[in-house]
């Protein structure tokens, strides 16, 4: 075999030999498959919140004090509060009013300086009174009669007014249980109280027409 015959042999050899590491790489790449990526969730938009209903204006508004500076003002603070916390709460269940109650003291006068203010509140003016004074304070709790002015809006004009006592089913009043200011005597004075204070609001809304019971 001359020379030129050997180069030739030598290059077919390295031809092949390329050829066959190519067709591997080849053949490498091919079973190197690389997985797709997963695809990104679209974010679920948050709902949009629906705007609150603005709440109705109530047609009525009672305001409901008590004057604790009165004649009769030797009488416990407590016994106000029962009396418009038992009126208050008559309004409150029977109608379709707003009822705002206070604890601060309020006398004629301001009473109808408020009812004046706007022409849908009532202003209720209650006071606490006896018949007769004892010789104490004491002896004058089971004499306690509850006494109602309703002031009316814009005005000031009394819409109705009248009395209320410490048994519902009197027309009068009567000694109804427990005296004395100690102990569980006064705790039940202020319920018997409430209630006197819940018979002047059931008076009121009748007599206003007001006794539509509240819808929401």
């Known amino acids: 075999m001359n020379s030129r015959n050997t180069i030739r042999a030598i290059f077919i050899c390295l031809a092949l030999l390329v050829c066959s590491l190519s067709a591997q790489a080849q053949s490498g790449r091919r079973q190197q498959r690389t997985e797709p990526a997963a695809p990104v969730p679209t974010p679920t938009p948050e709902p949009t919140p629906k705007p609150k209903a603005d709440e109705k204006e109530p047609d009525q508004i009672f305001v409901v ?19 418009v916390a038992g009126c208050a709460e008559v309004l409150s269940r029977g109608s379709s009013a707003k009822v705002d109650p206070t604890s601060k003291a309020v006398n004629r006068g301001e009473a109808i300086k408020r009812a004046k203010q706007d022409n849908k509140t009532y202003v209720v003016f209650l006071e606490l009174s006896a018949p007769t004074m004892g010789s104490s304070a004491n002896n004058s709790y089971d004499q306690i009669e509850v006494g109602y002015t309703v002031f009316a809006p814009g005005t000031g004009k009394v819409a109705t007014s009248g009395r209320a006592y410490q048994n519902a089913n009197r027309a009068g009043p009567v000694v109804v249980g427990p005296t004395g200011t100690g102990g569980g005597g006064a705790l039940y004075r202020e319920q018997i109280l409430k209630r006197a204070g819940e018979q002047a609001g059931e008076r009121i809304l009748r007599a206003l027409h007001l006794d539509t019971p509240r819808t929401n």
Do not use: E, H, K, L
Not at 65 to 83: H, I, K, L
């Open 65 to 83: 004090g008590a004057d604790r500076n009165g004649t009769y003002s030797m009488y416990p603070f407590s016994f106000y509060d029962a009396v």
